[in-house]
């Protein structure tokens, strides 16, 4: 492969991703790190547990905490409807779900038409998100779901089994 090649085969990498809705907005997340997509089901609320945990739910004998990624944005919750999904990913060595409003699709997209958030937005809540993918018509905010919990949030997870 001459050096022209492998940087054409570089500038073509390919990401797979999940995305899925939040409010009026489109968030991607890389398909790999995700385990699965469940529908609602019934959580169990657990004492104490930090605001942005729902609660527990037993998973095929795994009982994992579920985070209302509304609250852990910093938006406003909302009732769970007919679209909403649990997405089952792994933070950190640790299964975690994730209450999204609706997932909308499986993406195939070029990294190249992504780029680094703006500065502006990039501010020191936004450090989990990893790019801005432009489609057609609309804009995707890719996450970086091992960033999405501060380490003191992974801690707090972590107590919740214990």
């Known amino acids: 492969m001459t050096a022209q090649t492998m940087q054409k085969v570089e500038n073509t990498e390919i990401l797979q991703l999940v995305s899925f809705l939040i409010g009026d907005e489109e968030y991607g ?69 994730f209450i999204v409003d609706a997932v909308t699709e499986v ?23 990893k790019a801005v993918g432009k489609l057609d018509d609309r804009l995707l905010i890719l996450i970086d779901i091992e960033k999405i919990l501060s380490t003191q949030e992974k801690i707090q997870l972590n107590n919740m089994n214990k």
């Open 29 to 97: 997340v890389d398909i790999l790190l995700v385990q699965e997509i469940i529908r609602m089901m019934e959580i169990t609320k657990v004492p104490n547990s930090p605001d942005f945990v729902d609660g527990v739910v037993n998973l095929r004998g795994r009982i994992i905490p579920v985070i209302d990624l509304r609250a852990k944005l910093g938006m406003p919750r909302k009732e769970h409807d007919k679209n909403t999904r649990i997405i089952v990913v792994e933070v950190a060595g640790k299964t975690v779900g």
């Open 107 to 129: 993406l195939r997209i070029p990294a190249s038409i992504t780029e680094p958030p703006p500065d502006i937005v990039a501010g020191v809540n936004a450090e989990f998100i």
